[in-house]
């Protein structure tokens, strides 16, 4: 299928530009693309693309839809990626920005993230915090990063829906599926309602509203590309007893954690 993209008007840096004239040819050799009304991301001005987390892959992907449509993707990366010296210094010169997950720190990736969208930036947030615990690859419920970023910042908040990420890298396993090549669908809705929130003093419902309603646009973009109605409920992690970070099968590492806690204590 054709793909109407439009120019990048911003400025891109080194980091990004390596980036793209590697990872582009790659991706479009790798798989096939769907993009449904990538305009409605704003041309300009500072915004959040939240996008539904299925596949290890992701973040290549949605990069690519973002950029496709005229915007240099910003994500908020997990700290851990900076720790290296060579990926880190890249990634800070393409302008991501780390946050350490579960952690008191992480009030640092909310602080850069009002800062970058203040600067006219386009932060791309997966708002489940990590990929999707639903056995069925549904959006779970999400966490409150993006909804508190929003709200702080009165910025448009465009839901993106994705499916097909899931076939070239099935999540928590190592081996992409290139063979037969893979279509990926993306479609981008219309910016989340949050006007009736913004005047609202800041308290946990208000957030947890407008958290409802992101996770919400994002679910109904993923039924109508699966076809499919979604669950009446959204899967929770925590009181299903799952793990909210790491491989969620992992049960060695789980009995690793334990273990460490005991001799800590």
Known sequence: MAVRVRKLEQKRGWAITVAASILKPTLLSATSRTW????????????????NHISHVDPLLSAHF????????????????FSNKYLGGFLTSAGQIPVERLSRNAVGAYDAAVKAIGEGECIIIYPEGTLTRDPDLWPMKGKTGAARIALATGCPVIPVGQWGA??????????????????????????????DLLGLPASAETTARATD???????????????????????????????????????????????KRKRTR
Do not use: F, W
């Open 66 to 81: 973002v950029y496709d449509h005229g915007r240099v993707p910003r994500y908020l990366a997990k700290s851990g990626l």
């Open 166 to 195: 899931q076939e070239v890298l099935p999540p928590y396993t190592k081996r992409p599926h290139l063979v037969p090549r893979k279509n990926i669908v993306m479609k981008a809705g219309d910016p989340v309602d949050l006007d």
């Open 36 to 51: 449904i009304d990538g305009e409605k991301i704003p041309a300009t001005g500072g915004c959040i693309v939240v996008v």
């Open 213 to 259: 309603r992101i996770m919400a646009a994002v679910t109904a973009i993923v039924s109508d590309l699966r076809d499919e109605p979604a669950p009446e409920q959204r899967y929770d992690p925590r009181s299903s007893g799952v793990r909210e970070i790491g491989n969620p099968h992992d049960t060695a590492h789980d009995g690793a954690h334990r273990t």
